[in-house]
């Protein structure tokens, strides 16, 4: 998924250009080689860090006589009698220094100078319009990079900060696809550039998700204030975005690091990104972290934490390494510093498969955050949040501005072409990079993070997370799912209309014990000879489970589970000749594997406040193995059934309507477990015991 360079799209909604003020404090010149300074990733208008935790700025020495002293003084505009000054300490290489300040409260006018004695190039550099307050680390691929100019809501974004809204939210805006660092600007001049009919609004060059969250989270600490919160100014926001379109996971971790987990990509761009987009943060004081990212992984093992295998294992230890790393000088980064994550919607899948397991795997396998592996996280569930106009036919059709061809458009669409119509103008609105794959309702994403984050970092009351299961037990032809109410934190939980005749709730049951299976992958057979080829022709391979996902040892499905007898063969592997599977040369996942088409879509309805029943009457008297919902290979799709084809063309793919959620609007997290003794048993270190 790695971002290319086009030319975007016309905006046609762009509101006139309103020049709102001075930059006060335009970004300086990069300073000359070998000059003191301030580090890059620190500019006028930055925000710092508030208390309890101790900011910290640093920087470079450049060239120098003798052994140098630096000293920095903090000066607060408001309060001069405040001013204070702290020696840094020289680091180990003499090429840089670093100064920890003093704890301070939230807002502020500083400025901060550092001088240097014994720099003999440049003595003296300088910070202006700095304020305290919560800094976010945003990183990922490119979702988290996708810039607001490709999001739905980015002119509303523009209309509030005009109106006078988000002043609390600063940015290192830019764009993380083209440099590492960038100057970090108020809102209201990341607006302030550009013109109406080619904007270039720095706020359009930053991400979406990132600020999202920024923008929701103020309006949440807003609405605290005005219930009587303590504060009477909402906190600074600042925002760091580094995020790389088309980077792995391993990207971001040290490969020494990473190493501790098995089942991963082993590539020369392991560690890459930890080094150029990390390191050069690592002295910054930061609140917490968010991360979106998978894509490029959907291709390997998901794995699972309990066996220290795949994505599984991957983003617990990067949750782990970066609070370390970030934390090494006491009293700056929290060691336990929050960090958000957002799941894949179904589009983010890269051609791989497995897409239910992988979000499984982006909690830890506990299938919900915070867990015990990973404390003072929060989660972001995406898997409703697909485009809504994702259907790329009427571009393709030739019916839209761009490669507009009348004769094509008139044949693809059987003469409708005005079918094609509000796809049409949707896409002149708002331009898609790369098609389906980057969603532009980036302001759903942003806001369920800051929904989470404030339920677990600012001290919310109300519920972070959605309906999460935690038990289930069979009765005759029902099997009720209680979800727990802990979480709810007073929410009930609600099931959404849906076309239950189409199969259309994401509610499945297994009957056949056999077929569970967390994780069905292809892998060639092996040969006469004892030997296992690592690429075959498709009639040569079979699916199988890898033993670092589910809790047993890997397991080979024959030929005779594929047309549904003698099902329970599962320890000889198949003839050569005996599963054969639609695919396309070696590249791409065949649409079918026996684990995941054994699965049966049920009814459901709601059941008092915290469950919901499945009608199991379909299967005839046999009884259910195993439960999932939302946890396919693909998808899941809880907007379109195939049988209007308006959909994606002249109506929208609606968003947000999976079945279950949450009164206040969350949707459940997506679950599977086995059924042992009419009650379900989760897959460790998931637990779901309560009947």
Known sequence: MSPMHLNLLPLSIILPLVFLGDARHPPPPPPPPNCFSFNSTQSHNMVLQRGPSCAAVYGILGNTSRLPTVNVTVKDKSSPSTEYTVTATISDDGNGWKAVLRPASGGGNFTITATCNGCTNGSIAVLENVTFGDVWYCAGQSNMW????????????????????????????????DSTTFPWRTALEAISDGNASVPSY??????????????????????????????????PIGLISTAI?????????PDDVRQQCTNTSN?????????????????????????????????????????????????????????QQWSVTPGTTDPLAPF?????????????????IMRWAQTGNYGVLPNPIMPNTFLAQGYDLDDPWGDKTCLG??????????????????????????????????????????????????ERLAIAAHGVVYGGSKAFTGPTVSGCSVSGTSLTVTFNTTLLRGDSVVVQPYNAS????????????????????????VLPNGTRPSVCRSVFQEWYCPASTDDGADRVESQHALDGSASDRRDTPSHPAAVQVETVGLQGTPPHSPFERAWVTVPISISGSNAIVANLSSLQGVAPVAVRYAAQSKGPNCCDDGSDPSIGKSTPCA?????????????????????????????????????
Not at 167 to 175: D, P
Not at 245 to 253: A, D, H, P, R, T
Not at 342 to 352: I, K, M, N, R
Not at 502 to 525: D, H, I, W
Request: net charge positive; glycine share 10%.
């Open 146 to 177: 996708l810039p607001m100019r490709h999001t739905f809501s980015r002119n509303e974004t523009i209309d509030s900060i005009r109106a006078g809204k988000y002043n609390n939210i600063r940015l290192m805006a830019g764009n993380s696809q």
């Open 202 to 235: 720095a706020l359009f060059n930053f991400s979406g998700a990132c600020w999202y969250f920024g923008q929701k989270l103020t309006d949440l600490l807003e609405n605290d204030m005005s219930k009587g919160s303590t504060s009477n100014s909402v906190t």
């Open 245 to 253: 379109g088309g980077s792995m996971i391993e990207s971001w971790i």
């Open 267 to 323: 590539n020369t761009a392991n560690g890459v990104l930890y080094d150029a987009k990390v390191v050069p943060y690592l002295g910054m004081t930061v609140k917490g972290f968010l991360w979106y990212q998978g894509e490029n992984d959907m291709h390997q093992l998901k794995g699972n934490s309990l066996h220290n295998a795949g994505y599984g294992c991957e983003l617990p230890l990067l949750v782990r390494h970066w609070r």
């Open 340 to 356: 958000g994550t957002v799941t894949l919607p179904g589009s983010g899948a890269e051609g791989g498969f497995n897409m239910g």
């Open 397 to 446: 059709y030739g019916c839209c501005r761009w490669g507009y061809n009348a004769t094509t458009c008139f044949e693809k669409t059987n003469g409708n072409t005005s079918i094609c119509a509000p796809y049409c103008e949707v896409l002149q609105d708002t331009s898609i990079y790369m098609g389906p794959i980057h969603p532009r309702d980036k302001y759903p994403i942003g």
């Open 502 to 525: 189409a199969g259309m709730s994401q509610f499945q049951v297994l009957t056949n014990r056999s077929l569970f299976c967390l994780e069905p992958a292809l892998r060639c057979q």
């Open 655 to 691: 968003i947000q309507k999976c079945p279950i959620m949450s009164s206040s609007g969350l949707p459940a997290n997506p679950f599977f477990a086995q059924i042992q003794g009419l009650v379900c048993a989760c897959v460790a270190p998931q637990t779901c015991t309560q009947a």
